[in-house]
């Protein structure tokens, strides 16, 4: 079998036999941990290209995996969880996780972000590529261009650097912390209402519909996906 390797840290039997079940449907090869300290001993030994982790675990909170695993991979993180408060989310994702589902879930929703975590890091979660293509939008890098149906969109330099900066960690969501740091620096960390202001700028300009946006996403509470 030569499909994605992952690793399910979950410390309940039933909800890690219902994950292994649907990720091995999908064609992946699954290794499975109870524990905090098992699932960093599995992840160092067999090296996963994602981990799918539950937040309350018996020896330790699921952040301290991630804060250990980041010291050392880049792999994805999806996170599972009970917890459901946007400080509970913020946390761990300011962590280094890169996406939370929480439970209960369904199959179609957590193949669809296991799916979407493999793609970003197959293409190196960045935009490798001198270009990148999206509905009816050109991204030209190299040219620091952005064209819409073939004609140039005047994008301000915050608005280019909040774009590739979004574009880079396409599917994964970015804190509002994440963000500010990003584009505007340290200094900014809490100026949220810059990241409001200046989303719906990208809104305005390269979506279809901005009220309704399929690229720009927001993460009520928490910060901003780019979704292709």
Known sequence: MSGPLILVVEDESPIRRFVREALVSEGCRVLEAGSRDAGLLAAGEHRPELVVLDLGLPDGDGVEFVESFRAWSRAPVLVL????????????????????????????????????????????????????????LIV??????????????????????LLTVMVASAGKVLTHRQLLREVWGPA????????????????????DDPTRPRHFLTETGVGYRFQL
């Open 81 to 136: 969880s009970a917890r459901s408060t946007e400080q509970d989310k913020i946390g761990v994702l300011d962590a280094g996780a890169d996406d939370y589902l929480t439970k209960p879930f369904s199959v179609g929703e957590l193949l669809a972000r296991v799916r979407a975590l493999l793609r970003r890091a197959t293409t190196g979660g960045e935009s490798g590529a001198a270009r990148l293509e999206f509905g009816d």
């Open 140 to 161: 030209d890098f190299s040219r620091r261009q952005v064209l819409r149906q073939g004609a140039p969109v005047r994008l301000t330099p915050i608005e280019y650097r």
């Open 188 to 207: 900014y960390s809490e100026s949220s209402h810059y990241l409001r202001i200046y989303v719906g700028h990208l809104r305005h300009k390269l979506e």
